[in-house]
Every structure is written in structure tokens, then in C-alpha cells.
């Protein structure tokens, strides 16, 4: 047992700070603005690509591509990548410069994992290429999603093609300019037993009958350039051979893609919540009221306090997840996983909501970026399914072990 | 002791449900979504004139205003009114349609209690008639406003004329297109007694000097038509009898204004949770998740019961506190201003952070009004200075009590 | 609507709190020691019988009795009631001075309200009468007897007499050494509708096979004189006559009793809370620490705050439950009254909570009665059916409201 | 990093797990039964002292002492031990079994560390042997202790003696028939800058004016047969040498005994909220309410699921400050040492009320011993100082970080 981290991954963590001071930070409020506007809508940051092409160069590239899936990534644990996910979750533009954006990064290890060769060539190759973006549709505005066994999208064998049809929602990164791969959920056997009536298939975004309904808005954001979208999925046909790994394996892919996601979620908010730190640290020390400082005030004191305690051990905990995956797979690791998505995004949200109060006004304004923070923990918090998913189920697990 | 509306209170619910139901309700969503579009910024819906008239007409107007004021009003004490605001906080453009949003309340009764005739021919009568709009400019960027005697607007006399050099923001309304009156803040005196200070001066929108710099967002949204403006005051103008009351006397003009304020605002917010609530049940009973009604569930359950005592809880403290100053005058009600200010907002935000959860992507989006009366709940806990002040000076006055 | 006390209801406040201020009050102290003392455990302190009978004399006698029971009480309602009870709520030997201890209140209703006359003759005059204490023998060791379907003890009809068999516990008051009477939940039809089993029957204290087999404690106390005991009913035999208003009738008594007996817990634990309060208001005046006073503390001041917002809302819940149930029976105010036994006990718990912290070790001891008022709200919580049931049955209600 | 405990701590843990459920555990009810029993007041109970003479036998002894001190102990660090004071924490009886009780261990740190070896041959010899016991006189009932500079006792130097006049409490173990030492905190030098006033001296426990005045409770028990003492030091005489490490230097030292002793109690109230967590799992799936076993409830679940995350959080946070205080000493680990202090008595607290919830009324009787774990965890949050002072401090601290 030891807690720090390892020479390598201090190593990777200066690389990463360093790219991000120089290159980065000096003008993501500027990406971040120009995304923002309206006039902007599904238009990329004009900055994005020199980045991208900057990163790559450097060796700053596919970070989060654990090293059993060859050459395209240095081949990080998912413990030594954690603490990068760290430092791009201060902003939503950072992830991307170093091609390590949801829902790409699952997507991509589904495709090294599952993909066949001709699959990988043709998506994942230009995906860790960052050349194309890509969205998963799983999420229905009919049922309740995070109950996969509710999924009604079909995906019905015709001859060589599968047809589709669905209604989808909240399909991240599908208004994206480059997006060109849909990974779709649905089910193929709907009278097969629960966890196997579920398949995956790719569909390419420019196929007949997908069609974008509309963006949805997170807290008034639509989230531009990727954007989250409704989509309708009108007998949709693609190849048979665009299935994933075969009939009724979608659940199982399902659950070995969220591991790793869920660290990279809960290492992003983590960050968010220490920059979010950061900033009530220096603000309470240029503010005066009542003849003290703010920073001088007990309650500002202890909520100081609290939020450092409450990041340190979602801290240790998601770090302990990032471990147990590496050592022992998802599947071990499934009690960690389920505390992490229950902790870190609702302590997020607190400590950013008690930013926004050391902040005044000025923290529900865009002068500062708590309200994006904020909205980033409180989607967390819905996707993958609800805390109360997650709290139910390792509940009932928790019992058994003591049976 | 009694616990029941009086049969005056339940007319007045039933006529302005009523009106509600029939007139606004039906187009309240197209008006959200008109002041909502970029391309309607700082335009007044085109519903609204007519519904103020039809307001009017049927003696629903001015409800907020107490009975010394005289005709203007049904003359509804704060008791009477508070019910009435409750059904107004449901959604943001109802209380406009009865001449009932802040800050026009909170100036219409500055003006009514200590104007002069003159100032009240100009200023109060098109108010009260609901043709013009007006602002209130207190907070600055630059210090913590909570603490009045930070505030650094200066209001300098120079013959016959005051001098007004200060920064602003957070005056909510002055964006609105026919908004004619800041009331401002400053200080006239600034080696006075620390209370005595402070001044209010009137000063016409149009004056040369007043700049407003640009519109506020809060939680991404501008609050269009009225907005929330920051504004600069560069050798600003005005006559010698734009004063209110005296110099001197702006701290004890603000503090009778706070009390029937906050009763507004807190009625307001309980309506928002209320209505969080009704939405909430209503969603658990349609969802089906792991073989049961979300309804079924016992945490789902338990978040609602926990909802409904908090509102039900909050409502009797704003209604006792109403009552208080209906009977006692602000001044002595101050107390129980302050706990409904400490309680209510935090209780909003919480019911409404529950319904989103419940919700699960829907919750989020712009489909719901969720996000919507959180950014006003919120909005509201910094408003008038942060929960932390209210805590900080309840807390000594009641250790006081017992000394 | 109206948020004061009525001028009788001031007036009996006066009436009990100069009582208690002149009589009771100086000996309080000494009677929880005596109780407290191992030596003298079931014994009744010897200044009880004075005092009880100076309040009989003064007419402040069965205070708790509704005036529909005739001339044994002053005939006070629940709402006029209910402030007498939270000064009684302040140590808890002032109930029984007042003959107003649980569960003697209750049964007593019972009584009154459903007993024959030879019932009343036996039981009910000595109880009103202060001569004779009483039991209620419901929760069971074996079952979760928050269901009341759960309840095992059967009551069986042999010719005139019934055969009771049962196993109970928490029965309050059982070790008194003047209680005659044991009220006994059992079932009398188990095949009957859920909620038509159940009947109450009157058992004497020293019935044959009437077995107590131990006191429980209460973290660490046994609450002598009255206790909380383990019965074992082996073979109890009653006359027929001593079931109360008819087989299958238990849990319709048991409905009716809880309303009046949950003002009365929930009052004494707002007494108990604002006790707490001016405790931790004296003690933070009297304390500095690194330089200034607790009291000058912001941490200190907000959690004072939090306090008595809490507590005054919670009042204001318990008068407006009390005030249903006087107008519209305890039926009528079911959900008043589940929702203050959902928010009282655990506010009262969180309250005294703090006051601990702020005496520091001081807080723990038994020099302040802080611990025996924590031991008060944590027992309440559990008594009756804990939080989680009736959360849940509030929240299935209150979804129903909006179907 | 790595979240794994090392082979050597494995082994040690089934050392230690192995003898306490061969040896403790079978005896550990009774002997709690014994110290509980007020005829056995300030008895060792009968089965102690063969059990610390195996456990020393099979080299389980001073577990707790670092390797710095030599052959006394085996030498584990605090990231060693941690888990084992874990293992201690399910009953308080453990810790003694292998001479691992507070404050004795603290005692046996500083007299290893600061100490001559005259002072060594005549304390720490029979300490580290089990052969007596030892208290810490520092909290005082006159001011807030929790601010070392508020201490008032006095040790003046008058010849070759000092002389000591105090008022103390909360001396920990005072009343155990083997104490034999005091180590007294007090002032010799009031005039000194604030941090060198104090100093700390050793005082034999029957020296001429020590009075133990009175046993003080904690939630209604006396712990024996260690208790807390009331103790008056009237005009105490001890030689000079006695002193520890030099005039001026007491603050100095109880900071440095402070951080090893902070791992010692919160690794034992994890293990206190570990063993409720486990006693709860194991509760709720043996009752039925409702037609439901309590484990398959919802709310039930989320709290299970709640509280494991909280413990597991906990855990993590206070090995990684073990383990910092092995790398950089107890100063460089002061921030996490204060992060532990607030975070773990609290959640203790909170997972052992939970438990008591779910036992039902069994929960606050003493036939479980959830209200016995409850008392530990809430004295815990006052010992040292209360959370509110670690709180501002790391408050400070954190603020101080970002400037």
C-alpha cells in the first residue's frame, strides 16, 4: 500500500500540466466562448486542430488507451491516466486536444476490444486518429434507460442488412461536425433471457433514416460543438457485418465500456471540484465584509475545510477503482465502480455550489466558470444512470457479502 | 391561532388561480420560449400587454401593495397577498401580468412610503399603472454589497444638482425596454455613522451617463426581457429633489424594503417547489425501472415525503412571518425575514434538485422547467446578501435573546 | 389565518409555567438523580406525590384530555394543549406532576373514548384519578411491529374468558410500581382482512402468567421509575368483557391513538430542542477560545441559527397537525401527523446534537442533561414505527394527491 | 500508488484476527458485562490479565510502537498498525488485550521519545510491560482546552521541585486501579510567547494532592474500569527531573503525540462503523415488514450503500495520513491528520445511527452494542479539540495554499 503517485505517473502529470499551461490554457476561455455562441452552433473552436495536431506530436495522444490494445497510445493504466483526466476536467476543451473525449474514449475501446479487423480499420483507425468523433445511442426518452432490460430500439436481422428502429436521447456528440459513427444499442432478442436480449451495432451518421431531431439543452447550454441529441432511427439498414461481437453480447459490452468511462467521468469532476477549490480560496481572500476578510470567517473556513476532506476521499476512492480495474477487470472491480458514480459527482456538485455562494452574484454569472462545473457534476449525476441505480444495487450487494 | 386560509384568502386564490388557469397558463410556455429565443432579446412577449389589461380590468392588479397606499391596490395585507405569490412563482412571466415583479414592487413601495407628490406623479402612477418598468442599483462588483456599508457609488451634491459616480451590477429589469427609473444607491455622507452613510436617489434611465455595460447571464441565461444588467454611472446628473427621503437615510429605506420583498421572493420560491413536487410524482408514477413504478420504490418515495414536510414547514414560517409584519412592521418581524430568507432558497433548490434527479435526462433539459426554478431558487440564496450573513446575524440576535 | 396563541392559551401557559417555575423546577434536578440512582431503581422520587397533588389542587390535572371526555380535564383542544406539553418537554419529570405521561395519555382516550362503563369504573377513574399507572403492550421482539399485521400475541376466545399468549417489549411503564393495567395488543382472528385481526384487551398488572422479564435500556439507562420492559404473556387468562369495543377493532383503536399521542411526543421534543438551544446560547456567550468568544464564532452563530429555524418551523408543523386533528379528527390530519413524526424527533436529535458540541466534553457528561434529551429524540424516532416507514407511507400518499 | 494492503501487513492482520477470535472474542461480551456491572465499578475484569499475557506470548504487544523505539514492540509503522487498531475498534476491550489502550500508548510515545532513561527505567518499563497504567491530564472544565493557551494549571519551579496547582477532567483511565502516572500539561512560563508557555510533567498518581474528585459519564456509562476523571491538583510536589523534555516545550509535544494517536482512534472507529454496517446488512435481511424483507427496500439499500462508500472513503483517507506521518513525521502530515479528525468521528456517528435505525428498538438497547459504538464516535468528536477548531484551521491552512 502507498499513496503516492508512481515517478512515471509524476512524469505524465508534468508532460500533461506543462502542454496545458503552455499551449492550452492561454486560450481555452477563448474556445470556450466561441463555442458558446450562438452564432457558433456545431462549429469546432478555430484553435482545436493545432492543438490536436501539437499534442499527437508531443506523445500527448489517446491517452486514456490502456496498453493492451498496442501502439496507438503510450499505454497508461487506467491508475497512471487518472490523475491526466484530473487536470483536463478544469475545462471541457482539454480532454479533446488530446483525443481523450467521451463518448470517443469508450467507443474506441469497444472497437479494440470487439471490433474485427475490417471494423477497426474502418472506425477506429481514423477515431485514434482523431480525424472523426463519434456518439453511442443507448439512452431512450420512452423508458427508464438505466434499466438496459427497458431498452426498446430493435435491431431485427433481414437477410445480410440489420434494420433499426429506435427513438433515442441525450446521444452525446452527435451534432458534432466530424461525428461519423453511431454505436446503437437495441435489442435483437427481445423473448431472450434479460441480460441477453441486447446487441450493439455500428451505424454510420450519414446513413438513410438517422435523423437529428434536435439538440437538448444541459442547464440552458446545448453543449456545442458535440452537442447531446434526440434522434430517430427510421428503418435504418446496415451490413450484418456491422454488428458487434454477435447477437445479444450488448449488455456484456455494455458493462466492460463503463469501467474505465466511470473513472474518467469521476477523475474529470475531481478536478473540476479542486479548481472550483482553487477559486473560492482566492476569493474569500479579496473579499471583505463586516470589517473581516472572508477568508478570517468560521463558516467560509469550514466549508473550505469540508470541500478539501470530501475531494481527498473521492479522490483515493476513484484512484482505488482505477487500480482495482487494472488489477483485477471491471467485473472485480464493480463494487468501486458503483461508489465512485455514487460519490464523486454529488460532491462535485456541492463543492461547486458552495463556490457559487462564496462567489456572490458574480458565481451564478458567466464570469466564471462554476455554473459550467455545475452543470457538467448535475449531468453526471443522471448519466449511466441515477445515484439511486447505483446506491440500490450496491446496497443489495453490500447485504450479501455479510450472508 | 389559526391555521386556515381565511375566506377573503381563499377568494382571492380562487380569482387569480383562476384568471391564471384561463388566461396565462395557456400561453405561459410560448412566452417562455419567445423571451428564451437569442433572436427576442430584451422584447417584452407579445401576449403580455393584453393579459396585463385583462389582469387590470378584473381588479387583479397591484396585489403586492398594502391597503395604506390607498386606491391603487385591492389593499391585500402581506398575509393576504402571500398565497397569491405562491401561485405567481409557478412560472417567471405570471407576476408581470398583475403588476407584481420585483424590483417594480419593492420601488412602487419606496416611492408610495417616502416620495414626495412630485416624485410620486412622475414615477409611482405610470409604475403602478404598469407602463413603465424599473430598476433597483445597490450591488456592486467590486465589494461584498451584502455589507452596506461597502458600497463605494458615490452621490456627491454640487448646488442644486447631486453627482453620481459608481459601478453596478446585478440591477435586475434594467434591460427592459421600458424601463424608465433606476433607483440608486450611494453614498451621500461617507464619514457619517456607518449606517447613516447611505442615500437613494432616482435617476431617469435615459440620464446622460448611465451606461449599461452589458447583461448578466446566471446559469446561461440572460433573464430576457428584463435582464440583469451591469451599469456604469459616469457623472451622472440628476436634480436636487431626486433625493428619497434625506440624505443619510438610504439604509433605513432599504431595510423596510427587504421585509415584504423577501415574503414575495419566498412565496415565490415555494410555488416553484411545489410545483417541483407535483412533477415529480407525477413522473414517478409513469416510470418503470427494474420491474417496478419508480412511484413503488422506497428512496423515491421517501425524497417526496422528505419534499412535501420541507415545503409544508417552509410555507407556515413564511406565512407566520408575513403575519408578523403585517401586525408588527418589518422592523420587528426581522427574525422571522431572516430565517424565511435562510430557509426557503436552500429548501427550493433542494425539492428542485430532487425532481430533476427523478427525472433523469429530461430533468436537465429544457423540456421541463426544472433547470429553470433552479437557477431562480439559487439565484435567490445570493440575492440580498448570501444565506452566510443571514446565519451570521440571526445567530447573534438569538444568542442575544438569552444573555 | 393567524400565527399567535389565543389569550386562554396564553393564559394556561402562564398557569403551567409558573408552576413549574415555582414547584417543580427546584426539585427536578434532585428527582432525576434519585432516579437515576441504581439503588433506587423502581422507586417513584419522593417529592412526586406532593406536587402531583398541588397541581390537582391548582386544576392543572389531565391537561392532555380533550373536553369531549367530560369534567375530568380542564377540556383544553390538541392546539391549546400543545404548548403546555413543550414545557413539560423540558425534563422529563414534569409530565407525570401534570398526570400527563405516556402511556397513561393514551390510554386514558382509549378509555374514554371506547371502554364500557365498568371499564371506565375499574381503570379509567384511578388512572384520571393519578392513583394507578398503565401499559400498552404492542411492539413485539420477533417482528418488525411498525406492521401492525406482524404482531404474533394471540388473543384467543375460550368460553367467557380469552387465552392470551405473546412475547412483547418496549412496554413503557410496565416497572412502575404502581402499574395496574396493561392494554395488550394481540390478534384475534389472524385470518381475518389485514387490518381487521387485531384487538386490545385489558389485562391486570398482576394477572396470572403476566411475566416481566427484564427492563430494557435506553443507552445506558433504564428509565426508572416507569422503565421500558420484556413481558412474557403465558397463558394470561381476562375475562371476555375486558376486550375493548370488539374483536377485530385493535387497529382502528390504535389509528385513533396515535394522532393526540404524536402532538404530545413532538411537542415535549421542541421543548427539548429549545432547551438545547437557550443551552448552547448561554454556553457560547460564556467560552473563548484562540482569542474571542464561541459566540463571536460564525460557525458557532450559523449553527444557532440553523437551530431555531429548524425549531420554529417544526412548532409551526406540530400546531398545525394538533389544530387538524382538533378540526378534522386524526384521520383527517393523517398526513400532518406522519409528517411531524418524520421531522421532529430528527430535528430534536440534530439540535441537541450541536448543543453537545458546543459544551465540549462538558456536553457528554451527565452535569448537563443534554444526553438524556439526545436519548429522548433518538428513542422517538424509533417508537411508533421508525422514519423510513412513515416516509415511505407519506410519499405513496402525496403521489396519489397528484394522479 | 497502490491500494493494496503489503504481505507483512496481511499477515499481521490474520495474527491479529486469528487470536481475537480464538482468545477475545468467545470472553469479550462478559467482560464488557463485567465493566458495565455497577458492583464491579473500577474492576478489571477477571479474564484480562491471562489474556495479555498470551497475547504478549505470541508476540502481539505494543503493537502500536513505531521501530524507532526499539525492541519493545515489532516494529510496525502507523500504515502497519492501521489496520489492526481497525480490527481493536469492534470492542472496546481489545485495545488492552494487546497493551494498545489510549492513552497509554500516546503516554508510552512520548516517554520512548522525550524521555531520560531515569524517567524511562521508572514509567515507560512498566508500561510497555502491561504492568500499570497511565493517564493524560491536559483538558481543563474552566476554559476551551481545545486552545492549549487557555490552560491554567500551573507548574511553578520552587527549588528542586515543581509545584503544580490545577483543575482537570476528562482524564482518560485516572480511576484504573493500576494507574500509577499522570502526565500533566500546564504552564510554567504564562509570560512566554503563546506557543512556549506550556510544559508537560510527570506526576505519580498518589502523590500528596492529587484528588480524583469524581468519575465523569459519557452518555450515561463510566467506562470503567479506566473512567474519566474529575481530578483537583492541590498544591502537587514533584522533583524537578520529572519534568519532560525542558521548560516551554509541552505544546511542542502534545503536537507531536497528537498524530500517531489520531490514526489510533479513527482506524478503531472505522472498525466501530465497519462492525454497524455489517450488524445492519445482517439485520435487514432477517425482517419482514410490509410484506417485504427490509433488504430488499430501497431506502434500506441506499443507506447500506451510503454507508460503505462513507466507511471505505474513511478508510482511505486515514491509512494514506498513516502513511504520510511514516514518510514526513506528524508535521508534515498535519493536514491530513486534521482531515481525518473531522471527517471519521462524523461518519461514524452517522453509519452507527443508521444502524441503530434499522435495528428497530433493539438498536438503542444494550442486548447490541450500537449505542456503546455511538458514544465512542460522539465522545471522539470532542476529544482533542471539537471538528469546528480542525475545521478553521485546515480551513485556514487550505486557504493559505492557493495565495
Known sequence: ????????????????????????APVEEDMHSFTEDPDNRWKVPPQLEALKRRAREAGLWNLFLPPEYGAFSPGLSNLEYAPLAEIMGRCEVR?????????????????????????????????????????????EPAVASSDATNIECSITREGDEYLIQGHKWWSTGVLHPRNKLLIVMGKTNPDAERHRQ????????????????????????????????????????VPAENLILGEGRGFEIAQGRLGPGRIHHCMRLIGAAQFALELMCRRVDARVAFGRKLSAQGSVRADIARSRCEIDQARLLTLAAADAIDRVGAKGAMD?????????????????????????????????????????????????????VHLSQLGKRTIQQYL
Open 95 to 139: 480532454s479533446e486536444v488530446f483525443n481523450c473525449s467521451a463518448p470517443d474514449t469508450g467507443n474506441m475501446e469497444v472497437l479494440a476490444k470487439y471490433g474485427t479487423p475490417e471494423q477497426q480499420d474502418q472506425w477506429l483507425k481514423p477515431l485514434l486518429a482523431g480525424e472523426i468523433r463519434s456518439s453511442f445511442l443507448m439512452t
Open 336 to 388: 468501486l465502480i458503483a461508489m465512485i458514480k455514487i460519490v464523486v459527482p454529488r460532491m462535485c456538485q456541492e463543492v461547486v455550489d458552495r463556490a457559487i455562494q462564496m462567489h456572490g452574484g458574480l458565481g451564478v454569472s458567466s464570469d466564471v466558470p462554476l455554473t459550467r462545473l455545475f452543470a457538467y457534476a448535475r449531468f453526471v449525476r443522471l448519466a449511466d444512470g441515477p445515484d439511486e
Open 1 to 24: 500500500m502507498n499513496f503516492e503517485y508512481s515517478k512515471t505517473t509524476l512524469d505524465w502529470i508534468n508532460k500533461v500540466q506543462g502542454f496545458v499551461e503552455e499551449h492550452v
Open 198 to 237: 441486447q446487441s450493439m451495432i455500428l451505424v454510420p451518421t450519414d446513413a438513410a433514416g438517422v435523423e437529428v431531431v434536435r439538440p437538448l439543452e444541459v442547464f440552458g447550454s446545448v453543449h456545442s460543438p458535440g452537442g447531446h441529441g434526440e434522434v430517430q432511427l427510421n428503418n435504418v439498414r
